[in-house]
Nanobody, 116 residues
Framework: QVQLVESGGGLVQAGGSLRLSCAASGSIFSIRDMGWYRQAPGKQRDFVARITNDDTTNYKDSVQGRFTISRDNAKNIMYLQMNSLKPEDTAVYYC??????????WGQGTQVTVSS
């Protein structure tokens, strides 16, 4: 089992920045890759960014160049640095982890609200 806890969400003006954190615990050794997803009101959950164990990253096109995903393996924490935020980035952001047994875990989510 893997437990994921997000933090760092909040209210920010357009153009501002936030850094989300996702703390992982439990069977950390089994994690293959981690990522961030988001869900805006009335919409489906959508991919934002992913990082693999060899630090390969990929991003949703609309956040490329504004968001940066990283991980601190010593602390078992993954980050999402979000710069130049836009109102359309408003959503609940979820941390996700995929394991070597092809099991997917989710955090409880953290709200990000960007005002115009």
């Amino acid at each position: 089992q893997v437990q994921l806890v997000e933090s760092g969400g909040g209210l920010v003006q357009a153009g501002g920045s936030l850094r989300l954190s996702c703390a992982a615990s439990g069977s950390i050794f089994s994690i293959r890759d981690m990522g961030w997803y988001r869900q805006a009101p009335g919409k489906q959950r959508d991919f934002v960014a992913r990082i693999t164990n060899d630090d390969t990253t990929n991003y949703k096109d609309s956040v490329q160049g504004r968001f940066t995903i990283s991980r601190d393996n010593a602390k078992n924490i993954m980050y999402l640095q979000m710069n130049s935020l836009k109102p359309e980035d408003t959503a609940v952001y979820y941390c996700n982890a995929g394991t070597s047994q092809y099991v997917t875990y989710w955090g409880q989510g953290t709200q990000v609200t960007v005002s115009s």
